[in-house]
T-cell receptor
Framework: DAGVIQSPRHEVTEMGQEVTLRCKPI?????LFWYRQTMMRGLELLIY????????DSGMPEDRFSAKMPNASFSTLKIQPSEPRDSAVYFCASSRDMSSVVYTFGSGTRLTVV | KQEVTQIPAALSVPEGENLVLNCSFTDSAIYNLQWFRQDPGKGLTSLLL?????REQTSGRLNASLDKSSGRSTLYIAASQPGDSATYLC????????????FGTGTRLTVIP
């Protein structure tokens, strides 16, 4: 298995533009997580899905952020409009089920909003 | 709310030295605790997982301990090597409710050849 695949690896965009981050979880993993990592706040959970359904989005910073999972093999995190404070590394992770002890992380997308 | 703290934030040691990384958490009602390694520009790799009923786990030169009642975990690295240089994060999973991990801010380890 190729692991959790995220794209793009790096994204530089101007303030006010829409940004879409993509994730392909490991096949057979029922849970998908989006995390954001910054120097100040470390890793924070934004939202997670179970069987393509959003379960907890309490970590989504504000309405500018939205996430979808149209099928079991694809998820997007969208920021519209983007702001400089959104600059961070965004990670996607997946796990098999509630009892799974293993979370597999993607390599992340480094977002810079100028 | 669960808060996870890691001290120190950064650590430099000479090659061959044994070292201990610390992790503390505020809510002892955890399901398990994991230690991850993060290399620059990369994702996270799970190193060790300790279930709430366990006291320690070992993998090669790594040993992780858990004292749930005091809200502490340590990661012991024996005979450190330059390849061990990375950021080490601990994360706890809550006992009930949401299936997610609460992460510490990490300890950046540098092993000097």
């Amino acid at each position: 298995d190729a692991g959790v695949i995220q794209s793009p690896r790096h994204e530089v965009t101007e303030m006010g533009q829409e940004v879409t981050l993509r994730c392909k979880p490991i096949s057979g993993h029922d849970y998908l997580f989006w995390y954001r990592q910054t120097m100040m706040r470390g890793l924070e959970l934004l939202i997670y899905f179970n069987n393509n359904v959003p379960i907890d989005d309490s970590g989504m910073p504000e309405d500018r952020f939205s996430a979808k999972m149209p099928n079991a093999s694809f998820s997007t995190l969208k920021i519209q409009p983007s702001e400089p404070r959104d600059s961070a590394v965004y990670f996607c992770a997946s796990s098999r089920d509630m009892s799974s002890v293993v979370y597999t992380f993607g390599s992340g997308t480094r977002l810079t909003v100028v | 709310k669960q808060e996870v703290t890691q001290i120190p934030a950064a650590l430099s040691v000479p090659e061959g030295e044994n070292l201990v990384l610390n992790c503390s958490f505020t809510d002892s009602a955890i399901y398990n605790l994991q230690w991850f390694r993060q290399d620059p520009g990369k994702g996270l790799t799970s190193l060790l997982l300790i279930q709430s009923s366990q006291r320690e786990q070992t993998s090669g030169r790594l040993n992780a301990s858990l004292d749930k009642s005091s809200g502490r975990s340590t990661l012991y690295i024996a005979a450190s090597q330059p390849g061990d240089s990375a950021t080490y994060l601990c994360a706890v999973r809550r006992q009930t409710g949401a299936n997610n991990l609460f992460f510490g801010t990490g300890t950046r380890l540098t092993v000097i050849p």
